[in-house]
Structure formats: C-alpha cells, structure tokens
C-alpha cells in the first residue's frame, strides 16, 4: 500500500522560510520521481517542483530562486524547502509521485501573512 505522508506546514509572515517534508512508503523510492502540487482556494492544482531518482529538479516559474526540492532516498523522504514566502504561495500543498498509479498524500496547509 502506498502511503505519502506530508508535514511542516504552517504560517509565516512574508519574507520567512518554510520546509515541507513527505515520507513515502509502499514504493521503490529511490527510482520514482516525486513532485510537490499546491491548490490554492478557488484556483487549480499546479506543479510546484520536480525531482527525479537521479536527482534532477525542475520548478514552476512562479518559484524558480526561492524553492528548492530535495530527496532522502536512505530515509524515503522528499523535501521543499521554501524561502521568500509571498503571500500568494498560500495553498494547501500536497507531494505526489506515480508509480503504476498515481498518489497523493493528504497536504499541507501553508499559509503567509502580508
């Protein structure tokens, strides 16, 4: 059974730093690509980061220079370290991989004061 389990949300005013972490487990993590998505209210969900097995990392425009994704693969876990937080990253954040399927955790609630 697969299981994506997110924490280290929370709120900060602008300008702060925030690091999100999701702990896999059911699947070969080391191989699997894993993402972080946010939904904010009322919009859709969007890609925020990637990262490969192999470590290879992309961004959403939005974030490029203030996010940054990271893996453990001896701890199965995926990381999003943010900085710069504007208010407009306020969302709900959720890591997601496929694997066969794709799955999702529960999310996070990240949210930035003005």
């Known amino acids: 059974q697969v299981q994506l389990v997110e924490s280290g949300g929370g709120l900060v005013q602008a300008g702060g730093s925030l690091s999100l972490s999701c702990a896999a487990s059911?699947?070969?993590?080391?191989?699997?690509?894993m993402r972080w998505y946010r939904q904010a209210p009322g919009k859709q969900r969007e890609l925020v980061a990637a990262?490969?097995?192999?470590?290879?990392?992309n961004y959403a425009d939005s974030v490029k220079g203030r996010f940054k994704i990271s893996r453990d693969n001896a701890k199965n876990t995926v990381y999003l370290h943010m900085n710069s937080l504007k208010p407009e990253d306020t969302a709900v954040y959720y890591c997601?991989?496929?694997?066969?399927?794709?799955?999702w955790g529960q999310g996070t609630q990240v949210t930035v004061s003005s």
């Open positions: 997601n991989t496929f694997s066969r399927a794709i799955y």
């Open positions: 990262i490969t097995g192999a470590g290879s990392t």
């Open positions: 059911g699947i070969i993590f080391s191989i699997e690509t």
